[in-house]
């Protein structure tokens, strides 16, 4: 963690499982590992981290385990969105106060490695990742307003994977990342507004 008072990173306890791949979500004070996957294949058990207590949670496993998720905060809930393997559309959340999974809408596509995050609006946008082959970039923008469906009203102006969407001035912003499947790494920043239109 880098803390911004002092200037420096400060350890964290460490998790209870080794995962890579994974989401980690940020809400109602405490942080959301899920997904990800280790030398044992996929990971199952969520985790969520006390600051309080500096210590980690096992949490209920994530009911499809996979890896290459996208996570957003939705409705009160830790969510993950896509991910493989196989890749899926399937989005699956975590609610702290009931303790127990529960499932949205299917993204419009399958896709694994995408960027998500969650305006201040409780809008959710995702877009970017892999296809269900592994072999081309999503450039379809996966917009789903709190309660709603996914509609996909854009695509993405610069399609990359393996990337993550945070919120900066409104805006989602979308740095770095992979332009083909594989490294091929790039520079590029985007941003999209709260509302997609064409050429945001």
């Known amino acids: 963690m880098f803390r911004l008072d002092s200037d420096h990173w400060t350890e964290l306890a460490a998790m209870n499982f080794a995962r890579g791949g994974h989401a980690l979500v940020a809400a109602a004070g405490k942080l959301y590992a899920i997904g990800g996957n280790n030398s044992r294949g996929n990971v199952g058990p969520a985790e969520a981290y006390d600051p309080a207590n500096n210590a980690w949670t096992v949490l209920p496993s994530l009911p499809v385990a996979r890896n290459h998720v996208s996570g957003f ?8 969105a896509g991910g493989r393997s196989p890749t899926t559309a399937r989005v699956d959340c975590f609610d702290p106060a009931a303790g127990a999974w529960s499932r949205l809408p299917d993204l419009p596509q399958p896709a694994s490695g995408a960027g998500a995050t969650t305006f201040a609006s409780g809008d959710v946008v995702m877009t970017g990742g892999q296809d269900a082959s592994e072999t081309r970039i999503v450039d379809q923008l996966a ?13 993405m102006l610069s399609p990359r994977h393996g990337f993550e969407l945070a919120v900066f ?26 509302r997609p239109s064409p050429n945001n």
């Open 73 to 80: 905060w939705a409705g009160g809930a830790a969510c993950v």
């Open 143 to 155: 917009f789903y307003p709190p309660g709603g469906s996914w509609i996909s009203p854009d695509k």
């Open 169 to 194: 001035e409104g805006r989602a912003w979308a740095c770095g990342g992979g332009s083909a499947p594989g490294l091929h790494p790039v520079a590029t920043c985007t941003s999209l507004g709260d």
